[in-house]
Structures are given as structure tokens and as C-alpha cells.
């Protein structure tokens, strides 16, 4: 299947910092990636919606001040969490679609963010 | 959006079936039904997919009956490593249509 890469795969910020989180498809290009949080033994949660080129469309209830996403290319999406607090701290995970094979999703490996 | 309903645990032994079926009493005519792998502190794994009857590829069967209102996912003589959680989902496969979990089957797989 297609490859989904995310880097970094673990962070730790300090509090007020901000952090920004990588998510390249690796063997082919995606107009639409999307970036799920999630806590310990719960599902995943959507975030946002990622679109090529204009602004990512937000799940209710995320700040888009706060989860800033940035979608400059067709293999690259990133996510900046600003002004990180200890509640920040989660499990995130991106996603695409490989158009090429049939639409299935692919996740990518998912970075781990501490906040301190 | 159609809403999966699945339930939260089952466990298993080494070499044994296990079915996992996802209830999507409201999925549209246009939704795919798809299931993911999920093993801790990673992101989850496609496994497979299928619009209707039964589907099978190296790792699991997909059967679903004419209705389309449920789905049962397969695992063949499962292993230890098998031991993850499966999520059931429904989609459209469009490009910037988004995919939203449900709480999915926390598998344990016992030696």
C-alpha cells in the first residue's frame, strides 16, 4: 500500500512553545490529508481536513489559532500546535487518500507530543 | 454519515477464527465498508475493504450480507501479534471525504 511518513515520531516542548509535526506521502500526491489527535485507549479523533494550496477545514470545537495547518504542496501537509500546554499532549496521526489504487486511506506512523 | 457500531472487546486463543461484526444500519448507497488495524502507539493499518458479498485478501475475509447493514471482518488463525484493536468504518472513497472512528474492537489474543 501507499506510505504515509510523519516526523518527528516523538516530541517534548515545554509549555508556551510551539511544535510543528510533518506529514509527507511518500509515493504519491494527495490534495486532501487529514490530521486526527488521540488519547490514551480511545479512538481517534479528527481534527481537520488539509486541503492543497487553501485553508484546512476544521472538525467542531478545534481553534484553528491553535492547530495551525499548512498545505503548501501535494506530498506535504504540517501541523503547528502554538503556544503548546500540558493538555496539548496527545497522540497525532495524519492521513491520505492514494486516488491511484482504489481511494483507501492511509495513516501515517503517528508522532507522540508531550508537553512539560 | 453513516454511524459503526462494534463491540468493545473480545478475546481469543492462538490459531483460532475470530469474527469481528460491525453493525451500519444507515450506510448509503455510494459507502464502502473498511476496516483498520490498530496496534498501540501507532497509526492504524488498512486491512481491507469491500462494497458487498464477501471480499478476502492475504490476511482477512470481509463478508457482507445484500442488506449492507452489517459487515463481519474475518481473521484466519489468529497469532499473538494479532492482538490490536480493528476498527469498522464506512466511506465514500472520494478524495476529500473524511473518515470518522467509532470505538472500535479491542482483539486480546491469549497463548
Known amino acids: 500500500g501507499a506510505v504515509v511518513s510523519q516526523h518527528p515520531s516523538r516530541v517534548i516542548c515545554k509549555s508556551g512553545t510551539s511544535v510543528k509535526i510533518e506529514c509527507r506521502s511518500l509515493?504519491?500526491?494527495?490534495?486532501?490529508m487529514f490530521w486526527y489527535r488521540q488519547f490514551p485507549k480511545k479512538s481517534l479523533m479528527l481534527m481537520a481536513t488539509s486541503n492543497e494550496g487553501s485553508k484546512a477545514t476544521y472538525e467542531q470545537g478545534v481553534e484553528k489559532d491553535k492547530f495551525l495547518i499548512n498545505h503548501a504542496s501535494l506530498t506535504l501537509s504540517t501541523l503547528t500546535v502554538t503556544s503548546a500546554h500540558p493538555e496539548d499532549s496527545s497522540f497525532y496521526i495524519c492521513?491520505?487518500?492514494?486516488?491511484?489504487?482504489?481511494?483507501?486511506?492511509?495513516f501515517g506512523p503517528g508522532t507522540r507530543l508531550t508537553v512539560t | 454519515l453513516a454511524k459503526t457500531t462494534q463491540p468493545i472487546s473480545m478475546d481469543s486463543y492462538e490459531g483460532q477464527e475470530v469474527n469481528i461484526t460491525c453493525s451500519h444500519n444507515n450506510i448509503a448507497t455510494n459507502d464502502y465498508i473498511t476496516w483498520y488495524q490498530q496496534f498501540p502507539s501507532q497509526g492504524p493499518r488498512f486491512i481491507i475493504q469491500g462494497y458487498k458479498t464477501k471480499v478476502t485478501n492475504e490476511v482477512a475475509s470481509l463478508f457482507i450480507p445484500a442488506d449492507r447493514k452489517s459487515s463481519t471482518l474475518s481473521l484466519p488463525r489468529v497469532s499473538l501479534s494479532d492482538t490490536a484493536v480493528y476498527y469498522c468504518?464506512?466511506?465514500?472513497?472520494?478524495?476529500?471525504?473524511?473518515?470518522?472512528f467509532g470505538g472500535g474492537t479491542r482483539v486480546l489474543v491469549k497463548p
Open positions: 492521513s491520505a487518500r492514494d486516488l491511484r489504487t482504489g481511494g483507501e486511506q492511509y
Open positions: 468504518l464506512v466511506d465514500i472513497k472520494a478524495a476529500g471525504n473524511k473518515l470518522t
Open positions: 509515493d504519491f500526491q494527495a490534495t486532501t
